[in-house]
């Protein structure tokens, strides 16, 4: 079946430092891909989207490329801050009325 | 102007009771979920409902039974609540899948 491995946590990073969080997936065909940030008490948010190989999706400073030939979708952003600490979830979605999330990475950025 | 709402968003309840928690999006989607996260964070599926007619049911307990009334709302019943039904209960919805699902804000469902 689907599956989604993140890298684990947690993560503890000083304020304008880089975040790279590793996450590949295993399916067939051609998920769509997520990356999803839940802030501390808060609901899920979608963070950025990829739906073919080599699309790079990002919002907020935060990029991911999704690679086909590494079934890879590794989340960076060049600078984080104190208010980008959180929860990151990678999950794919292949149009079956599901999402395959990741177990999560717990970020902290201390000032 | 909230796009998916849930309710309650705290649930304190002993074993053995029967609980309720409620939601409704605003979004005009097509397909709702129910989806469960555990005290490590992990997220899964329990249910997919799409124009009120069950898609998925992710080997859930019978003692948990899902209504959707018209294509807004999704409701989710819990019968003879057990310690091991504690946890984080996030309703969704979406489009089209491709776009990504909106979430509410989670009950955090605790049994005693």
């Known amino acids: 079946g689907d599956s989604v491995t993140q890298m684990e946590g947690p993560v503890t990073l000083s304020e304008e430092a880089f975040l790279t969080i590793n996450c590949t997936y295993t399916?067939?065909?051609?998920?769509?891909l997520f990356w999803y940030v839940q802030y501390p008490g808060e609901g899920l948010q979608l963070l950025l989207k990829?739906?073919?190989?080599?699309d790079k999706g990002s919002n907020k400073g935060f990029e991911a490329t999704y690679r086909k030939e590494t079934t890879s979708f590794h989340l960076e952003k060049g600078s984080v801050q104190v208010s980008d600490s959180a929860v990151y979830f990678c999950?794919?979605?292949?149009?079956?009325?599901?999402?395959?999330f990741g177990a999560g990475t717990t970020v902290t950025v201390r000032a | 102007d909230t796009a998916v709402s849930q309710t309650p968003k705290y649930l304190v309840t002993q074993m053995g009771n029967d609980k309720s928690i409620k939601c409704e999006q605003n979004?005009?989607?097509?397909?709702m979920y129910w989806y469960k996260q555990d005290s490590k964070k992990f997220l899964k599926i329990m249910f997919s409902?799409?124009?009120?007619?069950?898609?998925i049911n992710e080997t859930v307990p019978n003692r948990f039974s899902p209504k959707s009334p018209d294509k807004a709302h999704l409701n989710l019943h819990i019968n003879s609540l057990e310690l091991g039904d504690s946890a984080v209960y996030f309703c969704?919805?979406?489009?089209?899948?491709?776009?990504?699902?909106?979430f509410g804000s989670g009950t955090r469902l605790t049994v005693v």
């Open positions: 999950a794919l979605s292949r149009n079956d009325y599901k999402l395959s």
């Open positions: 979004l005009g989607h097509d397909t």
């Open positions: 969704a919805s979406s489009q089209d899948e491709a776009s990504g699902y909106t």
């Open positions: 409902y799409n124009n009120k007619e069950l898609i």
């Open positions: 990829a739906t073919k190989a080599d």
């Open positions: 399916a067939t065909g051609y998920p769509s």
